[in-house]
């Protein structure tokens, strides 16, 4: 059972630089969501996707795009990073009144 | 738009005692609650939800949770602490419609005494 599958779970970015987080679903989930986890302030939302096709954004999204490829996938990208985009970044997904089901982790540095 | 509050950063209880962790949420109609747990080094774990069945929700490791309306509180609650105990706890608050967000407290680090 995969579940959410998020790559990759390391990277070191220069500032500047840009990278896109991949994450795909196999659970046949409507929402998804991209979340980042710093100390001190719980996981906040960057971006949401209720559906596909849709996308919305959620608490931190300055800095940040997204995709909603398909049913299965939710890219973020950072089109050029900051130091303050140093982070654990969580995707997840869920369906109505279900929990969350998160992904591992990208642990995420820029210098 | 909804919100949640989680009153304490840190929460530091002796082994064997009480554990009580504070949730106060803000939405407009009745939500969907969660509580999520984060051991060390580890991705977020489900340890109960409120989805209007039953206001007292019964979730693993022995943890419950009782929904509130008239006080807007999900508080997390154990009988007696153990040592395995020890982690971050996360409040999340989802709206009722399929287009809502689930939004987090800024957690509760739970410490244990021997």
């Known amino acids: 059972n995969a579940g959410v599958t998020q790559t990759p779970k390391f990277q070191v970015l220069k500032t500047g630089q840009s990278m896109t987080l991949q994450c795909a679903q196999d659970m046949n989930h409507n929402s998804m969501y991209w979340y980042r986890q710093d100390p001190g302030m719980g996981l906040r939302l960057i971006y949401y996707?209720?559906?596909?096709?849709?996308?919305d954004k959620g608490e931190v999204p300055n800095g940040y795009n997204v995709s909603r490829l398909n049913k299965r996938e939710f890219s973020l990208r950072l089109e050029s990073a900051a130091p303050s985009q140093t982070s654990v970044y969580f995707c997840a997904s869920s369906e109505l009144d279900r929990e969350l089901f998160f992904g591992s982790g990208t642990q995420l540095s820029v210098l | 738009a909804q919100s949640v509050t989680q009153l304490g950063s840190h929460v530091s209880v002796s082994e064997g005692a009480l554990v009580l962790l504070r949730c106060n949420y803000s939405?407009?109609?009745?939500?969907?609650l969660f509580w999520y747990v984060q051991y060390p080094n580890q991705g977020l774990q489900l340890l109960l939800k409120y989805t209007s069945a039953a206001t007292l929700v019964k979730g693993i490791n022995g943890f419950e949770a009782e929904f509130k309306k008239s006080e807007t509180s999900f508080h997390l609650t154990k009988p007696s602490a153990h040592m395995s105990d020890a982690a971050e706890y996360f409040c999340?608050?989802?709206?009722?419609?399929?287009?809502?967000?689930?939004?987090f407290g800024s957690g509760t680090r739970l410490s244990i005494r021997p």
């Open positions: 939405s407009s109609v009745p939500p969907y």
């Open positions: 996707s209720a559906s596909e096709g849709t996308t």
């Open positions: 999340a608050v989802k709206g009722y419609s399929s287009a809502s967000k689930i939004i």
